[in-house]
């Protein structure tokens, strides 16, 4: 691969991460008051992968839930522009 598509790969993984990171920011399991753990393998958007944990089933519900309808939302603001 090219250094500078290698970059440009990085920069969007770089990106993904962040976006996923605060979309979780304010996750709290209501009865712990724990965080989700977010884990990320992989050096490009088609390889990597999400590895999400919890004290609970309910954050992982809540977490899930935050992940899944903040994609909608992006792809319907892409739809948009």
Do not use: Y
């Amino acid at each position: 691969m090219f250094p500078v598509l290698q970059d440009f790969d990085r920069i969007r993984v770089e990106r993904f991460k962040q976006a996923t990171e605060e979309k979780l920011r304010d996750v709290r399991c209501p009865e712990h008051n724990q965080a989700p753990r977010l884990r990320f393998q992989g050096e490009s958007l088609r390889e990597i992968s999400i590895s999400l944990t919890g004290c609970c089933d309910k954050v992982m519900q809540l977490a899930n839930a935050r992940i899944g309808s903040s994609w909608l939302g992006a792809a319907e603001s892409t739809k948009a522009s």
